[in-house]
C-alpha cells in the first residue's frame, strides 16, 4: 500500500509540475503542446516501464495505471503495452493486469481477442485466483465471437476443485446470456450442475445467475431446496438477498396458503376442554397443517433477523411477511424499528414498507408509534412517510395522542410538511367519525394561520370534509367567505368558490356577493379559479337569477374572449346550457339536474394503498411502478404440490430416517461435540424453549438435556473403561434404547457412551450429520416452530418439569438480544397512558405547571347511583345460571383506574352449581379483578359479588368467560360512556381555567333545541347526572350549568357545561379524550331534546 500512495502522490505533483511549468512559460502553448505533451511523455514513461526487463518496474507500472483507473482517469491508450504482460510468470503482476483487462476488454475487443489463448492457458493455471480472473476477463469480452470459447470455459469451470472459480463461472453465466440468449438451453444445465454444489460461496452466485437466466423453471429447485435452507446462515450477506427473494416465489408456488382461516398450528392445536359436540362434528374438515418444508424455511431465516446488514433483514422481513401465518409476523416489527436508526437512504426504504404493511396490520406496529414521531434533523420525505405511519396507526384509543402530535407539526417551519399534515389531519377525521368535528373546529382555527399554504391547504381539506355533511357546518361556509379576499393561493380560492357554488342554497345571501367580488378581479386570476368563477356563476344563475343574472353574464362575456382555450370552451358550453334560446336543444331542460346534481364525497385514502400489489422490498415497490425484470408472486395453489419432489435420494440419510428416533439423534449430536460446551449449552436453552418443534428436534433436546445433567458421572465413568470396553457399552445401550427407551437407559447410555461414540460413529456420520446439524441449528432457533407429534413433547414435559422451567427462564432473558429495543415500554401497549399526554396544548406551550390546579381538584361522592341492572348471562344460554351487572358509580377498591361493578348471580335450574369463577386465561385486553369463586350456589339461590374492570378509557366491551365446574361462557361487559367516569368538585374559578387549557381539538359542542319541561335547572341537572357520572360544580349564573368529572384510568378531565338560550342549549365538552367527548356528547343531545315519559 505504501508503494502505491507514493505513485499516486508522484502522479499528482508531477501534473502539477506541469500545470506551473505552462503557466510560467513564455513559449505558446501551440509550440509546446502544454498539457498534452506532458501526457504524452507520462504515458511514455508507463510504457517504457511495462516494457522493461524488470518484473519490480513493471509491477510498479501497473500500480500506476490501476492508481488512474481508481481516479476515473482514461488509461485505454496504454491497453497494446499491458496486454503483453498478460502471459507474464510474476502472479502480481498478473493480476493487475487482468484487473485492468476486465476493465477495458469491452472497449478495445480487437486487441483483447489476441489475447484469447493466454486466457486460455491461464485457466489451466494452478493459482485459483488467476484462474478465476482469467475467466472474468474471457466473459467481459462482449464479441459474439467468442461465445464457444466462453460456454466451453464456463462449464469446465463449473465443475473446478475451488469454489472461487465455480462462483466466477456462475457470474460469468449471466454475462454470456446477456451477449447470447440463445445460449439458455446450455446454460441451464451448468446452472443445474452448480444449483447441487455444497459451498456456501457459490450459492448465492448460482441463483442470482438462476435469476437471471431460468427464473421460471422452478422445478431445478426441488431437489435443492432444503440444502438451500440449510445453507442460508452461513452465505455471503448478498447472497442471502438473492436466495431469500427466490426462495419466496418458490414458497408461494408449492406450499398451501397459512392465512386460512381453518388454519390450526401446534401451538393452539388442543381443543377446548368444553367443546361441544355439534362443534366437534363442524371441525372434522381436514384443518390446514403446514408443510415441514414451509416450517424449515421461516426457521432457518428467522435468525437472520439479526443480521447486521440490513438488506438482509428487509429480505427476511418480506419472506416472513408474504410466507409466514398471521400470528407470528409480530417478529418483523422490532426488526423493522431497529433498522430506523440507520442512514436515511435505508430510513426512506424501511419506512415505505412499513406504511405499506401497517394498513394491512394496524396492530402490529401500534406498540412502537413513538418511533414514528418526527424528529427536527428528519428530511422531509422522511417526515412526510413517518406522517403517513402515524395516519395508518391511528384508531379510536390513541387518535388524541396523535392528534396532539399533528398540533405540533402544523406548526413546522417546513411547508411540505405543514400541508402534509394538514391532509393527514383530514384522512383522520373521515376515518374516525368521531373526532370529524373536532378536527373540522382545529382546521377552522388554522385559517387564520399567517402562512399561506398551511391556509390553503385547510381549505382544501374543509372542502373535502363538508362535502360528507354539509348542512350542518354553514357557519363555517360563511367563516372561510370572509376570509376570501386575504386567501392569495389559487387552489385555496378555487375550493372556496367551489364550495360557494354547491352548496349557495345554505348561503343565499353571501355567495352572490362573493360573485360580485370575483367579477371585478376576473381577468387578473389563474385559471383554476377562472373556470370555479364561471361554475358559481352558472349555479347561482339558476338558482337565485334575480339578483345574479346581469353579473353572470357580464362573466360570460369575459370567459369568451378568455386566452385559454379551456376557459373559452367552457363559457360557451356554460351560456348555451343555462340561458335557453332558440338554437338550444334539449339539454338546458336538464341544466339544474347536470349543475346541481349531488356529488359523492371523495374518499381520502392513503398513497400506499394499492403499494401491497409489489412484493415488499423491490424497487418495483418503491417506484409504485412495475420495473423492468420483476416477477409477481404467484398467488397460493389451491391443492399443495407432490412434497416428494424435495426428496434427495442420498444413501445415508435414508438409513437414519429408518432407524430408531433416539438412534438418529446421537450421531448428529456426536458431530455437534466438536464445538465448545458453551455452545452447546446455548443450543439446549434454545431446544428447551422450543416446545413446538419438530418431533425429531424434541427428542434430540431430550437427549442432550440429560446428557448435559450427568457429564460429571460420564468423565468419571468413561475415564476408567477402554476402549473396546466403551464400543461394547455403545452397542449395548443401543439395543437397551430400542427394546425400552426408558428414562434411566437413556440416562445410561448418555453418561457412558458419548465419548466413545462420537469417537467411533462421528467419521462414518460426518457428512449426513454436517448436514443435519445446520437444519438443528436452525430448527433450535425457532421457539414458535410447529410440532408433528405432540406426544413426545408432552413426554418431554413430564419427565423433568423443573429443568424445562429452568430453560424457559434462561431464554427469555436471551431473547432480550439485537432486536429488543431500549426506548420501548411494553406498558404501552393497550393503549396511551396519561403518561404520554399533557393536560392540554396550551399548557404544553405556555409552560404552565399544573400542579397547583390538580390539588383543588377533589374527589366527590356520585350525585346519582342508576338502579338498572344489565343482562350479563340469560338463564338459557347459562344451563340455569343467570348473571346481571350494574355500575356502582363508587370508587374501586381493587385499583384507582377500575370502574366498579356489582354482579348478581342466580341459579333457576333445579340443581346446585359448584365452583361459579371467572377463568384466568380468557379476559381479551382489559385488566380484571376477579371476584372469589362461589363453591355453591344452591337452586333458585342467588348472590351478589363486586369485581372491577380497567377499561383504559375505553368503550371497547370486557369479554371474558364465566365458569362453573362442567361448563363456561362466554360474556361481555360493555360500559356507557358515562360510567367511565368519576365525579369531582371545584370552584367555578377554577372549572373556567381549566375549561380555558381545553380548546381547539380538545372541546366539542352542539346546539340542542330543548323541549319547555326541560328548561329547568333541576330536570338539566338531573338527566346529565343520570348519563355520566359528574359532579354538580356550583354556578352564579342561573343559565348555565357546570359539571366536572375525570376518567376513572388515566385521570383526563371532562368538563361539561350547558348554557340555556331560550328556546335552545348550547352543550360544551372539554377534555383530552377527544373520543370520548364526542360520544358523551352525543348521548347527553339525547338524554337532554327527549321530553320525560
Same mark, same amino acid.
Given at each position: 500500500?505504501?508503494?502505491?500512495?507514493?505513485?499516486?502522490?508522484?502522479?499528482?505533483?508531477?501534473?502539477?509540475?506541469? +500545470?506551473?511549468?505552462?503557466?510560467?512559460?513564455?513559449?505558446?502553448?501551440?509550440?509546446?503542446?502544454?498539457?498534452?505533451?506532458?501526457?504524452?511523455?507520462? !504515458?511514455?514513461? #508507463?510504457?517504457?516501464?511495462?516494457?522493461?526487463?524488470?518484473?519490480?518496474?513493471?509491477?510498479?507500472?501497473?500500480?500506476?495505471?490501476?492508481?488512474?483507473?481508481?481516479?476515473?482517469? *482514461?488509461?485505454?491508450?496504454?491497453?497494446?503495452?499491458?496486454?503483453?504482460?498478460?502471459?507474464?510468470?510474476?502472479?502480481?503482476?498478473?493480476?493487475?493486469?487482468?484487473?485492468?483487462?476486465?476493465?477495458?476488454?469491452?472497449?478495445?475487443? +480487437?486487441?483483447?481477442?489476441?489475447?484469447?489463448?493466454?486466457?486460455?492457458?491461464?485457466?489451466?493455471?494452478?493459482?485459483? #485466483?488467476? &484462474?478465476?480472473?482469467?475467466?472474468?476477463?474471457?466473459?467481459?469480452?462482449?464479441?459474439?465471437?467468442?461465445?464457444?470459447?466462453?460456454? #466451453?470455459?464456463?462449464?469446465?469451470?463449473?465443475?473446478? /476443485?475451488?469454489?472461487?472459480?465455480?462462483?466466477?463461472?456462475?457470474?460469468?453465466?449471466?454475462?454470456?446470456?446477456?451477449?447470447?440468449?440463445?445460449?439458455?438451453?446450455?446454460?441451464?444445465?451448468?446452472?443445474?450442475?452448480? /444449483?447441487?454444489?455444497?459451498?456456501?460461496?457459490?450459492?448465492?452466485?448460482?441463483?442470482?445467475?438462476?435469476?437471471?437466466?431460468?427464473?421460471?423453471?422452478?422445478?431445478?429447485?426441488?431437489?435443492?431446496?432444503?440444502?438451500?435452507?440449510?445453507? /442460508?446462515?452461513?452465505?455471503? =450477506?448478498?447472497?442471502?438477498?438473492?436466495?431469500?427473494?427466490?426462495?419466496?416465489?418458490?414458497?408461494?408456488?408449492?406450499?398451501?396458503?397459512?392465512?386460512?382461516?381453518?388454519?390450526?398450528?401446534?401451538?393452539?392445536?388442543?381443543?377446548?376442554?368444553?367443546?361441544?359436540?355439534?362443534?366437534?362434528?363442524? =371441525?372434522?374438515?381436514?384443518?390446514?397443517?403446514?408443510? @415441514?418444508?414451509?416450517?424449515?424455511?421461516?426457521?432457518?431465516?428467522?435468525?437472520?433477523?439479526?443480521?447486521?446488514?440490513?438488506?438482509?433483514?428487509?429480505?427476511?422481513?418480506?419472506?416472513?411477511?408474504?410466507?409466514?401465518?398471521?400470528?407470528?409476523?409480530?417478529?418483523?416489527?422490532?426488526s423493522l424499528v431497529r433498522l430506523l436508526r440507520s442512514h436515511r437512504e435505508v430510513q426512506f426504504i424501511v419506512l415505505q414498507n412499513i406504511a405499506t404493511m401497517s394498513i394491512q396490520r394496524k396492530g402490529m406496529f401500534e406498540p412502537f408509534m413513538k418511533s414514528f414521531y418526527v424528529r427536527s434533523t428528519d428530511a422531509t420525505?422522511?417526515?412526510?412517510?413517518?406522517?403517513?405511519?402515524?395516519? *395508518?396507526?391511528?384508531?379510536?384509543?390513541?387518535?388524541?395522542?396523535?392528534? $396532539?402530535?399533528?398540533?405540533?407539526?402544523?406548526?413546522?417551519?417546513d411547508k411540505a410538511f405543514a400541508a402534509a399534515t394538514i391532509q393527514a389531519i383530514g384522512r383522520c377525521a373521515t376515518d374516525i367519525s368521531e373526532v370529524t368535528d373536532t378536527c373540522l373546529n382545529g382546521l377552522v382555527l388554522l385559517l387564520s394561520n399567517r402562512d399561506e399554504t398551511v391556509v390553503a391547504e385547510s381549505v382544501v381539506v374543509i372542502k373535502k370534509l363538508l362535502q360528507t355533511q354539509p348542512s350542518q357546518h354553514s357557519d363555517i361556509i360563511k367563516h372561510m367567505a370572509k376570509l376570501f379576499d386575504n386567501i392569495t393561493v389559487s387552489m385555496a380560492r378555487a375550493s372556496i368558490l367551489w364550495l360557494m357554488g354547491e352548496y349557495c342554497e345554505h348561503v343565499p345571501k353571501i355567495a352572490p356577493d362573493v360573485l360580485r367580488k370575483m367579477a371585478k378581479t376576473f381577468t387578473s386570476e389563474e385559471d383554476i379559479v377562472k373556470l370555479q368563477t364561471v361554475n358559481l356563476a352558472a349555479k347561482l344563475y339558476l338558482t337565485n337569477s334575480k339578483q345574479t343574472k346581469l353579473l353572470t353574464q357580464y362573466i360570460l362575456n369575459l370567459g369568451k374572449y378568455d386566452q385559454n382555450y379551456d376557459i373559452r370552451d367552457r363559457t360557451r358550453f356554460i351560456r348555451q346550457l343555462i340561458v335557453p334560446n332558440e338554437k338550444s336543444g334539449a339539454l338546458s331542460k336538464y341544466a339544474r339536474r347536470i349543475l346541481m346534481a349531488p356529488k359523492p364525497a371523495p374518499v381520502l385514502q392513503s398513497a400506499f394503498k394499492d403499494r401491497d400489489r409489489f412484493q415488499l422490498g423491490t424497487l418495483s415497490h418503491t417506484l409504485n411502478s412495475q420495473a423492468i425484470g420483476y416477477l409477481e408472486l404467484s398467488d397460493w395453489p389451491a391443492v399443495a404440490p407432490d412434497q416428494s419432489v424435495r426428496i434427495v435420494e442420498v444413501v445415508e440419510p435414508v438409513k437414519e430416517t429408518g432407524a430408531p428416533v433416539h438412534g438418529k439423534s446421537k450421531p448428529g449430536k456426536s458431530s455437534e461435540k466438536f464445538y465448545s460446551d458453551s455452545e452447546e449449552e446455548e443450543e439446549e436453552e434454545e431446544e428447551g424453549s422450543s416446545s413446538e418443534d419438530s418431533s425429531s428436534s424434541s427428542e434430540e433436546s431430550e437427549s442432550e438435556s440429560e446428557s448435559e445433567e450427568n457429564s460429571d458421572d460420564s468423565n468419571k465413568s468413561s475415564s476408567s473403561q477402554s476402549d473396546s470396553e466403551k464400543k461394547k457399552k455403545t452397542l449395548k445401550n443401543k439395543k437397551l434404547q430400542q427394546q425400552k427407551p426408558d428414562g434411566k437407559d437413556r440416562k445410561q447410555k448418555n453418561g457412558n457412551a458419548v465419548k466413545g461414540e462420537s469417537r467411533s460413529e462421528s467419521e462414518s456420520a460426518s457428512e449426513s450429520s454436517s448436514s443435519e446439524s445446520s437444519s438443528e441449528s436452525g430448527s433450535e432457533l425457532d421457539s414458535d416452530s410447529d410440532s408433528d407429534s405432540g406426544t413426545d413433547q408432552k413426554k418431554n414435559t413430564r419427565s423433568k418439569p423443573v429443568q424445562s422451567t429452568l430453560v424457559t427462564k434462561q431464554v427469555e432473558k436471551k431473547e432480550v438480544s439485537l432486536l429488543?429495543? +431500549?426506548?420501548?415500554?411494553?406498558?404501552?401497549?393497550?393503549? @396511551?397512558?396519561?403518561?404520554?399526554?399533557?393536560?392540554?396544548?396550551?399548557?404544553?406551550?405556555?409552560?404552565?405547571?399544573?400542579?397547583?390546579?390538580?390539588?383543588? /381538584?377533589?374527589?366527590?361522592? @356520585?350525585?346519582?347511583?342508576?338502579?338498572?341492572?344489565?343482562?350479563?348471562?340469560?338463564?338459557?344460554?347459562?344451563?340455569?345460571?343467570?348473571?346481571?351487572? &350494574?355500575?356502582?358509580?363508587?370508587?374501586?377498591?381493587?385499583?384507582?383506574?377500575?370502574?366498579?361493578?356489582?354482579?348478581?348471580?342466580?341459579?333457576?335450574?333445579?340443581?346446585?352449581?359448584?365452583?361459579?369463577?371467572?377463568?384466568?386465561?380468557?379476559?381479551?385486553?382489559?385488566?380484571?379483578?376477579?371476584? !372469589?369463586?362461589? =363453591? $355453591?350456589?344452591?337452586?333458585?339461590?342467588?348472590?351478589?359479588?363486586?369485581?372491577?374492570?380497567?377499561?383504559?378509557?375505553?368503550?371497547?366491551?370486557? *369479554?371474558?368467560?364465566?365458569?362453573?365446574?362442567?361448563?363456561?361462557?362466554?360474556?361481555?361487559?360493555?360500559?356507557?360512556?358515562?360510567?367511565?367516569?368519576?365525579?369531582?368538585?371545584?370552584?367555578?374559578?377554577?372549572?373556567?381555567?381549566?375549561?380555558?387549557? #381545553?380548546?381547539?381539538?380538545?372541546?366539542?359542542?352542539?346546539?340542542?333545541?330543548?323541549?319547555?319541561?326541560?328548561?329547568?335547572?333541576?330536570?338539566? *341537572?338531573?338527566?346529565?347526572?343520570?348519563?355520566?357520572?359528574?359532579?354538580?360544580?356550583?354556578s352564579s349564573q342561573e343559565n348555565i350549568h357546570r359539571f366536572a368529572g375525570k376518567t376513572v384510568s388515566s385521570g383526563c378531565l371532562v368538563l361539561v357545561s350547558v348554557a340555556l338560550k331560550d328556546p335552545d342549549a348550547v352543550i360544551t365538552i372539554n377534555t383530552e379524550r377527544t373520543v370520548m367527548g364526542s360520544m358523551l356528547l352525543r348521548q347527553l343531545k339525547t338524554a337532554l331534546t327527549n321530553s320525560d315519559p
Open positions: 500500500m505504501s508503494n502505491n500512495n507514493v505513485s499516486y502522490n508522484e502522479q499528482v505533483s508531477l501534473e502539477s509540475g506541469v +500545470d506551473a511549468a505552462q503557466e510560467n512559460s513564455s513559449i505558446p502553448a501551440s509550440v509546446s503542446g502544454g498539457l498534452f505533451s506532458a501526457d504524452y511523455k507520462k !504515458n511514455e514513461d #508507463l510504457k517504457e516501464m511495462l516494457e522493461s526487463n524488470k518484473d519490480s518496474q513493471k509491477l510498479e507500472a501497473m500500480k500506476r495505471i490501476v492508481g488512474l483507473i481508481a481516479k476515473g482517469k *482514461n488509461a485505454s491508450e496504454l491497453f497494446p503495452a499491458v496486454v503483453k504482460n498478460v502471459a507474464s510468470k510474476n502472479i502480481e503482476l498478473k493480476k493487475l493486469v487482468y484487473v485492468y483487462l476486465v476493465r477495458y476488454a469491452e472497449e478495445q475487443q +480487437d486487441l483483447a481477442l489476441l489475447s484469447i489463448s493466454t486466457f486460455q492457458r491461464a485457466l489451466k493455471d494452478p493459482n485459483q #485466483l488467476i &484462474r478465476a480472473s482469467a475467466l472474468r476477463v474471457l466473459s467481459s469480452i462482449r464479441v459474439p465471437i467468442i461465445v464457444p470459447i466462453m460456454m #466451453l470455459s464456463i462449464k469446465e469451470a463449473s465443475t473446478d /476443485l475451488s469454489p472461487y472459480v465455480r462462483k466466477t463461472a456462475a457470474h460469468a453465466i449471466q454475462k454470456l446470456y446477456s451477449l447470447d440468449p440463445d445460449q439458455k438451453e446450455h446454460l441451464i444445465e451448468v446452472i443445474e450442475k452448480l /444449483l447441487k454444489d455444497k459451498s456456501t460461496l457459490v450459492a448465492g452466485s448460482v441463483v442470482m445467475a438462476f435469476e437471471e437466466v431460468c427464473p421460471e423453471r422452478i422445478d431445478l429447485i426441488h431437489k435443492n431446496y432444503r440444502k438451500l435452507c440449510n445453507l /442460508l446462515v452461513d452465505v455471503e =450477506e448478498w447472497g442471502q438477498v438473492v436466495i431469500i427473494h427466490m426462495l419466496t416465489r418458490y414458497a408461494r408456488t408449492q406450499f398451501v396458503s397459512p392465512w386460512r382461516e381453518d388454519a390450526v398450528f401446534d401451538e393452539n392445536s388442543e381443543k377446548a376442554f368444553y367443546d361441544s359436540e355439534e362443534e366437534r362434528k363442524v =371441525e372434522q374438515v381436514k384443518p390446514y397443517i403446514m408443510d @415441514p418444508d414451509h416450517r424449515l424455511l421461516l426457521r432457518n431465516t428467522k435468525p437472520l433477523f439479526q443480521s447486521r446488514n440490513t438488506a438482509v433483514v428487509m429480505a427476511v422481513s418480506q419472506l416472513y411477511w408474504h410466507l409466514a401465518p398471521k400470528h407470528e409476523l409480530n417478529i418483523i416489527t422490532k420525505h422522511i417526515k412526510i412517510l413517518k406522517l403517513e405511519i402515524l395516519t *395508518n396507526l391511528a384508531n379510536e384509543a390513541n387518535i388524541s395522542t396523535i392528534l $396532539r402530535e399533528f398540533q405540533t407539526y402544523v406548526k413546522s417551519q429488543d429495543l +431500549d426506548d420501548f415500554s411494553p406498558a404501552a401497549v393497550p393503549s @396511551p397512558k396519561s403518561s404520554i399526554l399533557s393536560p392540554s396544548l396550551l399548557s404544553d406551550l405556555q409552560g404552565l405547571s399544573i400542579s397547583p390546579t390538580q390539588s383543588a /381538584l377533589q374527589a366527590s361522592s @356520585p350525585v346519582f347511583v342508576p338502579e338498572t341492572s344489565h343482562e350479563l348471562l340469560h338463564r338459557m344460554t347459562g344451563k340455569g345460571l343467570s348473571a346481571q351487572y &350494574r355500575f356502582t358509580r363508587q370508587p374501586c377498591i381493587y385499583g384507582n383506574s377500575m370502574v366498579s361493578l356489582q354482579l348478581t348471580l342466580s341459579n333457576s335450574s333445579d340443581q346446585a352449581l359448584e365452583n361459579i369463577h371467572i377463568s384466568e386465561k380468557s379476559s381479551t385486553g382489559q385488566n380484571i379483578h376477579r371476584f !372469589n369463586a362461589i =363453591e $355453591r350456589l344452591e337452586p333458585q339461590a342467588s348472590v351478589t359479588v363486586s369485581m372491577g374492570v380497567d377499561f383504559n378509557d375505553s368503550t371497547q366491551a370486557a *369479554n371474558f368467560q364465566l365458569c362453573t365446574k362442567e361448563d363456561e361462557f362466554s360474556v361481555s361487559i360493555q360500559p356507557a360512556v358515562g360510567e367511565l367516569l368519576l365525579p369531582i368538585t371545584v370552584s367555578e374559578a377554577d372549572f373556567s381555567k381549566e375549561q380555558g387549557k #381545553l380548546l381547539g381539538m380538545n372541546e366539542s359542542s352542539a346546539t340542542i333545541t330543548m323541549t319547555p319541561e326541560n328548561v329547568s335547572s333541576q330536570s338539566v *341537572n338531573r338527566k346529565v347526572v343520570s348519563v355520566a357520572n359528574l359532579g354538580v360544580i356550583p
